[in-house]
């Protein structure tokens, strides 16, 4: 079984700065993209950026949010500054990876629970 951890929202006011992590765990074998997706009520979720060699971004966070992984740990992070009240949402964590289970292979996508983070004007 895997799962993607995530931590670090919070209530931070406009201007400030966040972290996000995000840690898998489990019979990982590889670990190929990772990102940050975000939703508010009503919305669909929306690419923030994901990482996998390179980097990509949406247009409304590029410039402010910092999207690294640490391989050796299979965690992502995303510093998030200037924050900007419409940053406000629950984002979640995104995983394309590898399991080797019982002698075989098997691609999963999985997601995290989702943190929320609050950007007060």
Known sequence: QVQLV????????????????????????????MGWYRQTPGKERELVAT???STNY???????????RDNAK?????????LKPDDTAV??????LVTYVKSAYRYLEVWGQGTLVTVSS
Do not use: P, W
């Not at 929202?9 to 590889?30: E, H, K, Y």
């Not at 984002?91 to 394309?96: E, R, V």
């Open 6 to 33: 995530e931590s670090g929202g919070g209530l931070v006011q406009s201007g400030g700065s966040l972290r996000l992590s995000c840690a898998a765990s489990g019979s990982i074998f590889s670990i190929n993209a």
């Open 51 to 53: 990482i996998n060699g």
């Open 58 to 68: 949406a247009d409304s966070v590029k410039g402010r949010f910092t999207i690294s």
């Open 74 to 82: 299979n965690t992502v992070y995303l510093q998030m500054n200037s």
């Open 91 to 96: 984002y979640y964590c995104n995983a394309g």
